[in-house]
């Protein structure tokens, strides 16, 4: 009975939890750029614009392809997918831009990041 109610719970939508998940995105996203070589992010409104992008396309990506974009979750395909989502978004925001080789390394070091930082990021 327990997992009936987990994954009916799971399946609505909860600002509170949205709100916390971009948060939590936008800083994993944050230290990721930070620390990748040929990735910025020109400040708070692209980062935020940046996490709900990020956010937005691996939900298209689940539903799509039923993967989650993770680099160490999902194995090659996940970070492959990882990588791509972060390289398309910069067509999508503003003050955002990586290189091909900064989203093949942000994929790593987000994948990182976001195992230290509680909560699902992307």
Known sequence: MANQYDSTRAGTFNITHFIIR???GAIVLAVTAALTPGFTISGIWPL???????????????????LNASPFGRG???FILAALIIYLTQFFVAGYTVTMWGAILGAVIYGIVD????GKAM
């Open 22 to 24: 971009l948060v939590v």
């Open 115 to 118: 195992a230290i930082i509680p």
């Open 76 to 78: 090659i395909s996940g």
């Open 48 to 66: 935020l614009f940046g996490a709900l992008i990020l956010a937005a396309l691996d939900y298209l990506a689940f539903k799509m392809f039923g």
